[in-house]
């Protein structure tokens, strides 16, 4: 009985991931971030590599599939911040370079898409 209530106890101590199930909205987010990175003029870097924009749209896809399935993200901006900013083998961040433009880290250029995204006279409030 004791290891019952105990076990109990320490269930509701230990701290449960927030993120749930992806909302359509986000989704819908995540999902207009990646066409913005896929059609763009821009180019990717990764674990010392530069790619192509739809290259980068891939591989951020996937990204997003596998923490979807795991449900490590509840909102846009953990999607950046979980899938969009390093590399999760080499931890080495990722870089975006548009035009002749020096690069920055990818999570400051896909907030800055997002910002836009969601100040576009377009785009749907969350929960409509």
Known sequence: MRIVIFALLFSALVPVSHAAEVSP????????????????DCRFYRNGSWYNASDA????????????KKMLIGSSEE???????????????????CSREQSVPSSEWLSAVLHRLRSSPSAESPGK
């Open 79 to 97: 999607f950046i911040a979980n899938g969009g900013t390093k590399s999760s083998s080499s931890g080495e961040p990722y870089q975006v370079q």
């Open 25 to 40: 909205s986000v989704e819908h987010e995540i999902v207009a971030l990646l066409d913005v990175l896929g059609t763009s």
């Open 57 to 68: 749209q891939a591989h951020l896809t996937r990204k997003y599939e596998y923490l979807r």
